[in-house]
Each structure stands twice: as C-alpha cells, then as structure tokens.
C-alpha cells in the first residue's frame, strides 16, 4: 500500500488549487513544498497585490494564449474566472476590477490571496508539509517513490507543479523539468517572458522613472545601416502591443515592454533587434504632420519645443527632438517639410536599440517547460507516464500579463486535483 493516494509537489498557485482538490475528492494528499511557507510567487506577483486572474470569461482568456489557448478549454471548463473570483471570495476575499481588466484583492494586499487558498487548503484536509526539498522521483509497479531530504514517500498519483524559472529567488529554479526528462517528456526549452528590456541607448535610460500611459511598441529586425525607405525590406513585427510604458535606468519596462519581452528572449540574436514606439498612437503620421505644419505657421517666431505634443512629458519630447535632429533653438517659422518628416519618424517610430533582458531573475513567467503535445488537456495527466499529473507554469504555457498566467495556473492545478 502506498503511504498517499496524492502526493503534489510544489505549492505555488497550481500546486495548492491541485491539493486542494485531490483531497476534497477523498483522496489522501500531500503536498510538498520545498520553500519555508508555500505560494511565495503568489505573495511577491502583481507587486505585492496579486493580479490573480482579467475581468474576461473563458473565451478571452483562451484567445489571449494564441495557439496555446486550446489546451485550455477544460481546464477553464473546470475553473473559469468567474469560479476563481468566486473561489476566494467564498474565503472572506473581497476583489475589484481595475480600467485594464485585472482584478485585484480589494485590500490590495497577495497575502490575504494566499490566506483564502491556505484556508480551503486547510479544510480539505490536505497535509502541507514546507522546507522539504525533493531529490529524486522513481516510478515502478505502478507506484511512484519520491525522495526528499527529509525521508522516502509512496503514493499512486503524483502531480508535478513546481512552477518555471521565472524569479528563482521564490524558489522556482526548474527542478520540475528534470523530473519530467527523466520520465520521457520533452522540455520546451525555457526562456524569460513578461521580462524588463534592456538597451545600450543613453537617451532612453537618462528619462529613467518616466511612464507613459498609452504608447504602442513592435518588436523588428534592425533595418541595415545603409538602407533607404525605398530600398529596405519590408520588416514583419516579431510582435505587437499597446499600453503603459516606463523608462527605466536600464532600458524599458511596464506592462507594453514585458508583453513584447518574449519576442526578444526567444529570437537567436536579440542584439539585432528594435523596440519601436509609436508614442502618439491615437494620431495619424499624417495628422501629426499637419499639426505641426499648422502650428509652425500660427507661432511664427517661438521656438520649435513650444509646438510639440503637450500631452507627452517635456523631457521625452526635448529628447526626440535630438533624435529627430531638430535644433532646439529652430524657429517654427524655419521648420521645413524634411524637419517635421524627421520629428514624425521620432515622435511616431522611434526605434530603440536592444541589448538583451533582464532574464530569468526578473521575468515575471517562464516561456517553455513541458510539451503540451505531451499533456492530455481534458484531465492533465501526462500521455507518457500513467497518473502522472502536470499543471501550472511547469508546462510550455504563457500568456500576456494582466492575470491570465495566474488564471491558466490555478485553472490547471484545479482539473488536475479532480483526476488525481
């Protein structure tokens, strides 16, 4: 007889929906957790607040995914937002809804998140056992043994959520891949996503601490140094977003620049890339041109600074006007047609150089892991290895920022319990 029915390793956001779960169904369950107190990435994500799932149903979230989305029909089946929002506040968790569709504890606070999931943890019946790393994991006669630095466990079915790569100092350092290798499956290789960029450009650190709201941003191949508008090849954006943008002293960051982060981690040479900024993205390049042609006209004598964008901060806009080679000290009466063709290509694509990212210590998931072609998605149990159950961000699944990583976590962890 195995000393579990369930055991569940790793109790981050997967792990602890799983467990849950498992024992609820009547199953005796463990989960192990190698840290000292289980959901650290829950208690750290959304900067302490816990941006636990979006104000979307089932479909949005899927379509969020892209290709990935389908894998997640059952598993929002299971556990759709709304289930999730109700989930806690069953648990004394009240939530609300922010302008860009995240939902938030109304405290703002991911401890009282992690306090409801420990509860209903807690009435399962589930045994949590913390700082108990696991070093190996054998399967034979149908029986899975799991080696910890505490003592050797049996059970029939086993769970492996132990999270990606991303924010190893919560203790998700990928031990999950090897475990799963070892059994047959194949490991997506990982890479930072929803990860801070980083540049080499002096201009673009020294406006360090600057956010701009609404700034739409492509990821492209650098054009070559010497070719013309009409001589360039037609460049296919890696990938496309729109929304808030933050300055940093190492490059660029907010919700836009981690959403295209994945573009860069995961192409052979991102040195060769441009983040390109569309920092008037409601104004046409043409209606750009008009205004500031109009304007010019109507300030005669004032200098050139007096007609950019007020909508933008003084320094972003004094710094494009460098870029677009356009002396500070112009007259507006002297702007030119080639003058304000320049000021439209900095305001409206302003190409900044990459150097890399800030990688997997801080990326906020992890792109790759476990191959879905490997995971039966109406249950979550591996197609390689009998009851053995794979959820969470240890799988080659991750979404845009704004809570669907956390939804796809929970949501997994949660039809895996049921089948456990």
């Not at 609300?96 to 939902?103: A, F, H, L, M």
Request: aromatic share 6%.
């Amino acid at each position: 007889m195995p000393d579990w029915d369930v055991v569940v390793i790793g109790a981050g956001a997967a792990g602890l929906l799983a467990a849950t779960r498992a024992a609820e169904c009547g199953r005796k369950t463990l989960l192990v957790e190698k840290n000292k107190r289980p959901g650290v990435k829950i208690l750290i994500s959304g900067g302490t607040r816990c941006n636990l799932t979006h104000a979307c149903d089932s479909r949005g979230i899927v379509e969020a995914y892209g290709n990935q989305g389908k894998f997640l029909h059952s598993a929002l089946a299971a556990l759709s937002p709304r289930d999730l929002v109700e989930f806690v506040e069953a648990e004394g968790v009240l939530t609300k809804t922010e302008p860009t569709g995240k939902i938030f504890p109304v405290s703002d606070k991911a401890t009282d998140v992690l306090a409801a999931l420990l509860r209903r943890l807690e009435r399962s019946g589930c045994v949590l056992a913390t700082q108990e790393p696991v070093r190996s994991i054998d399967r034979a006669e149908g029986l899975f043994t799991i080696t910890t630095e505490r003592r050797t466990l049996t059970c029939a079915s086993l769970a492996i959520t132990t999270g990606g790569c991303s924010y190893p100092g919560s203790g998700t350092t990928g031990d999950g891949y090897a475990w799963a290798a070892r059994f047959g499956h194949t490991i997506i290789p990982a890479r930072p996503a929803l990860v801070p960029i980083t540049t080499n450009v002096d201009w673009v650190r020294d406006l360090s601490g600057i956010t701009i709201p609404v700034v739409a941003v492509t990821v492209e191949l650098r054009p070559p140094e010497n070719s013309t508008a009409a001589k360039a090849p037609k460049i296919v954006p890696l990938a496309s977003r729109r929304g808030s943008f933050l300055f940093t002293h190492f490059g660029m960051s907010g919700p836009v620049a981690l959403d295209v982060s994945r573009a860069i981690t995961g192409h052979p040479q991102p040195a060769t890339l441009d983040v390109v900024c569309d920092f008037l993205p409601d104004v046409s390049d043409a209606a750009f041109d008009q205004t500031l042609q109009d304007d010019s006209r109507a300030a005669g004598k004032r200098m050139v600074p007096s007609i950019l964008p007020e909508l933008l901060p003084t320094r972003l806009s004094e710094q494009l006007l460098k870029v677009a080679g356009v002396p500070e000290h112009l007259r507006c009466a002297e702007l030119g047609k080639a003058a304000r063709a320049r000021l439209v290509q900095a305001f409206k694509h302003c190409r900044i150089a990459v150097s890399g990212t800030l990688g997997f210590k801080k990326a906020e998931v992890t792109a790759g892991g476990i191959s879905l072609a490997e995971v039966d998605s109406r249950t979550m149990e591996s197609r390689i290895v009998p009851r053995l159950y794979l959820a969470g961000e240890v799988l080659d699944l991750d979404g845009p920022i704004g809570g669907f990583n956390f939804q796809a976590a929970f949501s997994t962890g949660w039809l895996a319990g049921k089948n456990l």
